[in-house]
């Protein structure tokens, strides 16, 4: 059984892919994370169809997020 | 009687099928979960009209997630 | 008074007709839910204006319901 | 002061129209309800602008209905 | 200080307009509401732009609210 | 460090100004809040493009709330 | 690990962007939150596509928040 909240543990420090609820993607290094999901990302890349935003650290909410992809 | 988390234990290593609320659909191993049905999937495909989109291992929040089905 | 929960009951091993917030209408035999209305259903066919789609065994999570018609 | 619960007790067994958050009307026989303001009808009738159509025994979940209007 | 509660205790038996989620507007007298807001208004009317309907006595669920003024 | 309650409490008596989440603003002097952050406002304006609309009295539901911006 | 609340801690007294759920881009100097993620910020500008527009002081609610970016 892996456990979700493992997994996150696993992936720190590592780049990981996120999909939020509005549909954007973004891509960055999780250095932290709390018990509702919120996480803090580094070198954060926001990947559209027309382009990459760099966003750099960033925390996001929890409940916006749908699918975590560690790399 | 066959409990939700009965059938997800039952479920587990097998692939399953799931709908997000967003509309998308996903199909994974299934590898581990928790009280909140978040859930961790393991060679995870993306299946649109167009394409098949290989994601990997994905953590799913289960607050996005309408259905669940045991291949 | 019929509480939501016993006629949740009464319909166990019965066929319910499903509402959910998409707007699909799922049919199945109702073998297990939980205190979440989280729910169980077997022989599942999902039903639109053009075609019977036959999903097996499925859970439904609770908070995507609308309505649930035994039949 | 007529509480919600106070006048939902009164309603038992009389005919109620409900407005669902999708816009759908629906009128049925009051026979049940819980905490969560789930609700059980009978002899339910959906009313749309084009058609009547009759559901039968249905049970609603709370959090999808917008107002409830004893006959 | 004029605490929310307080103000709906005041309004008790005056006519009050509600603005719901949906955008539909209500008038009617409040007679009773509980710790969700759920409430109860007696000779309610809904305005839209081309009529008035009279819905009698209904009972309105707290999360679809977005406003309330007593008049 | 400014709590967000504090800031409410400091506003108390004075205009601000309400972004709702079906985006309309509206402008009243603040007379009360609770632990939701539902809200009293007095004297209350919707102000949109093409006019102002006097409100009054009004009480705000909380979770219908992006921002407040005292005056 | 960097918890998100510590990051938040972090960029006190610094400027902030924020995107909310509505898609509206917030950037300001965070003076203050709760444990809701509720968030005061100073010299707050809204910039769209058109103009930047000045907020001063807002509170924002932690709900309608997707991400934080300190500068």
Redesign the interface.
């Known amino acids: ?8 543990e696993q992936s ?1 420090n590592h780049r990981v892919t996120l999909l ?4 954007r993607v973004l891509e960055g290094k999780l ?4 018990d509702y ?4 990302l580094e070198d ?1 890349e926001e990947t559209t169809q027309e382009r990459v935003r760099r ?16 790399k």
Chains 1, 2, 3, 4, 5, 6, 7 share one sequence.
């Open positions: 059984m892996v456990m979700p909240n493992t997994l996150l720190m939020l609820k509005d549909g250095v932290g994370f709390d999901m919120n996480m803090v954060t966003l750099g650290k960033v925390i996001l909410r929890g409940n916006n997020v749908v699918s975590i992809a560690p």
